[in-house]
Each structure stands twice: as structure tokens, then as C-alpha cells.
Nanobody, 126 residues
């Protein structure tokens, strides 16, 4: 059974930074795209970033471009999200996600991902 476990969330002041990590168990991440989504209270889950299975392509939501960086370490079965210059509007639960199949195109839609972690809370507040 595929499990994705996020960590690294917390409380940070505006302008600060955090790094989220997602460790996969039950299967390797080799050959699989990986993504990050977030959901703020009262809002729908939205795309944040995604990385192609070989790391050659990355996609970002417009509101995080230039501030967030997604990376992967296949040897550690881990994907990370480095978040800089955090804003109060970045406050949300952040979820790691992976599609069901290998070597698919890089997608940004919620429906393209089959496996999800439980989420980690990120709060940006002074």
C-alpha cells in the first residue's frame, strides 16, 4: 500500500521560510511524478508544484513562482518543497501527491493524482 507522509510544517512569520518533505513508502518514487497541493480553510484544494519523474520538468502555480522550489531525491524516496518569502495567504494544509501510473505526463489537476498524504499545516502569521 502506497503511503505518503509529509513533515516540516509549522508556524512562521511573514517573509520567513520552511521546507516540507514527503517520504513515500510501499513503493519507490522512481518513475513517478510527484506533486504538492494545499488547502486553506473554506477553500478548495489547489495545485502548488509538481516535478516530472526524471526531475527534468517542474511546474508551479503562478502565486508561488519564484518563491517555492520542488525537488526530489529518488535514493531517499523523498520529494521536498522549499518555501521562501512566505506570505499569510500561503497558510494552508499542504499535501504531497503521486499519480497511480509510471511515466505519465506532468499534470497540475487534482484528479490526476491517486495517492495523497495526510497533510502538514503551514501557518504564516506575525
Amino acid at each position: 500500500q502506497v503511503q505518503l507522509i509529509e513533515s516540516g510544517g509549522g508556524l512562521v512569520q511573514p517573509g520567513g521560510k520552511l521546507t516540507l518533505s514527503c517520504v513515500a513508502s510501499g513503493r519507490t518514487i522512481i518513475g513517478y511524478n510527484m506533486g504538492w497541493f494545499r488547502q486553506a480553510p473554506g477553500k478548495e484544494r489547489e495545485f502548488v508544484a509538481a516535478i516530472y519523474w526524471d526531475g527534468a520538468d517542474k511546474r508551479y502555480a503562478d502565486h508561488v513562482k519564484g518563491r517555492f522550489t520542488i525537488t526530489r531525491d529518488d535514493a531517499q524516496n523523498t520529494v521536498s518543497l522549499q518555501m521562501n518569502i512566505l506570505r499569510p495567504e500561503d497558510t494552508a494544509v499542504y499535501y504531497c501527491a503521486s499519480p497511480q501510473r509510471l511515466f505519465v505526463s506532468l499534470e497540475t489537476s487534482y484528479e490526476s493524482y491517486a495517492y495523497w498524504g495526510q497533510g502538514t499545516q503551514v501557518t504564516v502569521s506575525s
